[in-house]
């Protein structure tokens, strides 16, 4: 395979890969370090069979696991097995299109469009895939068979968001989910986990308008659900038109909601129409939220309503604080960017979900290489958002969202490692990069190497070893 001559899909390296595969013996350059024992759990679209008119994210999930232990390292794949998955592998052909819509010549008895693509997360001893329309996906650790859905028996009846926030202190899972009284609907449900697994919350509430929600923001004392301007309408989608289009007249809004308070108690706060797929982290202080954000002034990806595409120049994301004033009388928000760098896939150190974080890392596109190239670099901000360092791949290569893996579990905020799957577009493979996590300039510390490309994907996160 690596003697082919790669597709241009394949050159852009969202190209699935046909094959499941077990590598227990990985060769590396530089040194793995010793304290890095665990598992770099990752999840991304792989679609199974190609469908007409499905864009490549809404593609089935496939886990990739890269596991280290004792500066070794060894590598799994296996396709998210949901009831979607299982289908097609029987018949042997897609069945369903983008967002879960069946094809015409699908069987009556196929209903499920799940993919379990975008996230994967270890919470109260269960290894979770997560997308936004359906419930978490569990999944065996280790071998990453698929256990099939998880609703914490029979609590959680809506959608699950694929970017729950886990609370430091307390282990607790917050969670959201859009799309909650039925697709294209305004209704929010939100809830949270506790440490042990248990379901202690779970409730609803009307937004302003129906919007793909994406992500959201949790501090120490407040949910901030932002509700902004990617649009659903089962009016358009009956008449074959985008079920999801950008409509910025309809604004932005963020609602604030104390986290042990009640939905009929949400605030309401208007800001600059905008949108936000990811949060970096958010804090509390004297009165104020401030929130740090990845904000595209148009949305990528979606069209407007009657198909147009959105403008390239404003569809990308650039680090930017959102800023929402307690104490005051004003309705309104501040939006400030903190730099002009593109960029997607904010991390933090997780010890510091929901507090004030000192560091912060994404991946970013490479300002000397065109625009709308794809992200090939890591950043890493302070607290204040400004830039202490970057490091830029090689030109044409590619990078995925940087992981933090803490030295130790009382080391300070900052001090361990970043973890990042490249695509090498020379080799048509990829590595997994290390890198000092308060040192992204002086490159990888140690690469793993991958006989394979990995796709590009979305999530990931690290499991320490028991």
């Known amino acids: 395979m690596l003697h082919e001559r790669p597709s241009r899909a394949e050159r852009a390296n969202i190209a699935p890969i046909p094959f499941e595969a077990d590598a227990p013996h990985l060769q590396t350059s530089g040194e793995l370090p010793r304290e890095l024992n665990g598992t770099l759990y990752r999840n991304g679209p792989n679609p199974q069979f190609s469908s007409p008119g499905a864009h490549w994210f809404v593609g089935d999930g496939m886990l990739h696991a890269f596991h280290l232990e004792s500066g070794r390292a060894s590598y799994r794949n296996r396709w998210v097995r949901t009831p979607k998955w299982l289908a097609e592998h029987d018949a042997g052909r897609a069945l369903f299109g983008g967002f879960g819509r069946k094809l015409a010549d699908a069987p009556a008895a196929v209903t499920d469009g799940g993919v379990a693509n975008t996230n994967i997360v270890f919470h109260a001893g269960r290894l979770l895939a997560l997308e936004e329309g359906h419930l978490p996906t569990e999944i065996e650790p280790g071998t990453l068979a698929t256990r099939g859905y998880h609703d914490y028996g029979g609590a959680i009846k809506a959608p699950f968001t694929a970017h729950p926030k886990i609370d430091p202190s307390t282990g607790e899972m917050v969670f959201f989910g859009y799309n909650a009284a039925g697709p294209l609907t305004p209704t929010l449900s939100f809830g949270s986990v506790s440490a042990a697994g248990k379901v202690t919350r779970f409730d609803r509430f009307e937004t302003p308008y129906a919007s793909m929600v994406h992500d959201f923001i949790v501090t120490e004392n407040h949910l901030l659900f932002p509700i902004l301007p990617i649009t659903g309408s089962m009016a358009r989608a009956m008449a074959g038109q985008p079920p999801y289009a950008w409509e910025p007249d309809k604004g932005a809004y963020v609602g604030v909601m104390k986290r042990g308070g009640s939905a009929d108690d949400i605030v309401w706060f208007r800001g600059e129409t905008c949108y936000v797929f990811h949060v970096m982290n958010a804090w509390e202080d004297s009165g104020r939220i401030i929130a740090d954000v990845m904000q595209f002034e148009e949305a990528p990806l979606f069209p407007h309503p009657d198909g147009r595409p959105t403008d390239p120049q404003k569809s990308r994301a650039r680090l930017c604080r959102w800023v929402f004033d307690l104490t005051g009388n004003t309705e309104g928000f501040s939006q400030t960017y903190l730099d002009d760098l593109t960029g997607e896939f904010p991390r933090i150190d997780g010890r510091r979900a929901g507090l004030k974080s000192g560091h912060g890392w994404y991946a970013c596109a490479n300002p000397g290489m065109p625009a709308g190239s794809w992200l090939s670099g890591i950043a890493h901000v302070g607290g204040d958002g400004v830039r202490r360092g970057q490091y830029f791949l090689p030109p044409g290569d590619t990078i995925s969202e940087p992981v933090f893996v803490a030295r130790s579990e009382d080391a300070t905020e900052g001090?361990?490692?970043?973890?990042?799957v490249a695509w090498r577009a020379r080799d048509n493979r990829s590595d997994l990069a290390v890198f000092?996590?308060?040192?992204?300039?002086?490159?990888?510390?140690?690469?793993?190497?991958?006989?394979?490309?990995?796709?590009?994907?979305?999530?990931?996160?690290?499991?320490?070893?028991?």
């Open 415 to 420: 001090d361990g490692w970043l973890l990042a």
């Open 436 to 466: 000092n996590a308060t040192d992204v300039t002086s490159g990888p510390v140690a690469l793993v190497h991958l006989g394979h490309r990995v796709p590009d994907g979305f999530h990931g996160n690290w499991v320490g070893a028991a």
